[in-house]
Each structure stands twice: as structure tokens, then as C-alpha cells.
């Protein structure tokens, strides 16, 4: 065989590599994958009903948040389990086919670790950690382990249609206090011109030690802890198939109503 021959079948063999890999289904890539149910906006407009089930939600990725349909609560996803923060405070796992209207998850491999020795506020944690993060562009997936006090989470209870902007549901929110737990922050931290589809900046859940409590946070001290974070380049969006999605207006700016929401 002269080295022409050969070269050219080196070559032949290198693109189907290449074609092979382009191939490969998203959990087979190694890049880290947000993947994302929904927009924002659209749950601000009142689109409560998703068509999409945990169990389907969990092939997608074992951490993350989101809420469940008729905004019952809030969605924390941890090690692969999908917790559901009910408005009486409790913590249940979540059935594999209860839905989700809007979730966000990935396959979590921290590839960065901090320690945190010193108390920090939510807002001075935020700044704290955009000081340690590289590309603010970038989505982040972040836990934070740690003691926790003065920590405030919320809930909201089932709602029945016809459904209100979240907004006005908002102002009906169960609000729970937690003086000085052990526990577990499960965070987002998405860039500005994600708005729309997610909260910019952070978007925190946490889940106590004993994943007994918990729901979105409104406000909390980190006393000390360890924070593990994944920088995150490529994000997978689905929306939903759905009337309550089709009909729900995204045309408005709501970045005034996702501070109301969120608590900030």
C-alpha cells in the first residue's frame, strides 16, 4: 500500500470519527448541558400546567430547580432526587409523574471547590461568588453545603384556574424561618440576556440536612460552608406543548415583576 493510499484512509477513518461523534446524544457529551423546561416569562404570564413529567425531567439532569404544575410549590433537585417544597413547609419526593411548568437542570460535576469560612449575608454570598467566577456569561450550577441562620424560604399553595400573573399569587406565598439549620443551597446563577427564559443572576433553593424543610429562599446568613460550582456553556431548551403556553403573552418586559417574585 503506498503512503497516498494510506493517507487517505487515515483520513477517511478521522471523518467518520468526527461524524460519529457529532452523533452522539446529549448524555453521551461531555460538555456540561443546561437543560431548560419553558421560560420565566411565560410562569409570569400564568402558564402553570407543563407537559412534562419528573421522570422524563431526570433523564435531563440530578440537579437543579423549578416548581411543579399549578405552581404547588417548589422544586429542588439534589443528587438525582426530586424534592418538592409544599407550602406548609415540608419536604416530599416528588412522584415520577407529577409535571413540571418550568424546570432547570443539569448533570452536576463541580469542578470548582470553595471554602467559605466567614458569615456572608445572600446579597454579600452573590458578590462573593461572582468575585471566584471566571466568565460571567456563563450559566453556573452551584451547592453550597453549610450552616445556614436566619434563613426565610417560600412556597406557594396549589393554584385553580383561572390562574392569576404570578405576581398577585405571590402576595398569597407561605413563608417559613429557620433560625440556625444545616443544610444545602441549590443554586443558578444564569447572564443577563438570559432574561425571559430565567432569573439573571441567582436563583437559590435550599434543603435542609435532613431534606425535611425547605423552598426558595428569600433571604439567610451562610454561617460557613463548601461551595462546588460548574460553569455551564450550552443550554438545551424544550417548551412546552401546551394552550397555557401557547397563549401566554412573552412579549412584555417583566423584569420588574421577576424582582417582585423573586423576592429582591
Known amino acids: 500500500m503506498n503512503s497516498s493510499r494510506s493517507l487517505s484512509i487515515a483520513r477517511l477513518i478521522l471523518l467518520a470519527l468526527a461524524v460519529a461523534g457529532a452523533a452522539l446524544p446529549a448524555s453521551a457529551q461531555t ?5 431548560t423546561y419553558s421560560t420565566l416569562d411565560a410562569l409570569l404570564a400564568g402558564a402553570y400546567d407543563g407537559d412534562l ?11 437543579g430547580l423549578g416548581t411543579y404544575n399549578r405552581l404547588d410549590g417548589e422544586m429542588i433537585v439534589l443528587d438525582g432526587v426530586f424534592y418538592h417544597a409544599l407550602a ?7 412522584g415520577p409523574q407529577e409535571k413540571t411548568p418550568l424546570a432547570y437542570v443539569a448533570r452536576f460535576h463541580a469542578v470548582q471547590t ?15 461568588t461572582d468575585e471566584h467566577l471566571q ?3 456563563l450559566f453556573y450550577a452551584i451547592r453550597i453545603d453549610g450552616v445556614f441562620r436566619d434563613t426565610s424560604v417560600r412556597a406557594i399553595a396549589p393554584q385553580t384556574k383561572p390562574y392569576r400573573p404570578l405576581t398577585e399569587v405571590v402576595k398569597t406565598q407561605s413563608v417559613h ?3 440556625n439549620t444545616r443544610g444545602v443551597l441549590v443554586g443558578l446563577r444564569s447572564p443577563s440576556f438570559s432574561r425571559g427564559i430565567s432569573v439573571p443572576g441567582y436563583h437559590w433553593h435550599y434543603l435542609t440536612a435532613d431534606r ?3 423552598g426558595h429562599v428569600l433571604k439567610l446568613t451562610l454561617v460557613q460552608g463548601t461551595a462546588q460550582l460548574e460553569a455551564i456553556s450550552q443550554m438545551d431548551l424544550q417548551l412546552p406543548h401546551t394552550e397555557a403556553f ?13 424582582k417582585r417574585v423573586e423576592g429582591k
Open 177 to 179: 424561618d429557620y433560625a
Open 114 to 128: 470553595l471554602k467559605i469560612e466567614s458569615p456572608l449575608t445572600l446579597q454579600e454570598l452573590e458578590r462573593w
Open 53 to 63: 413529567t419528573v421522570q422524563e425531567l431526570g433523564a435531563k439532569g440530578d440537579f
Open 135 to 137: 466568565n460571567l456569561n
Open 88 to 94: 406548609d413547609g415540608s419536604v416530599v419526593v416528588a
Open 212 to 214: 425535611r424543610h425547605g
Open 31 to 35: 460538555e456540561p448541558h443546561l437543560f
Open 246 to 258: 401557547a397563549q401566554a403573552d412573552q412579549t412584555q418586559d417583566r423584569s420588574e415583576e421577576v
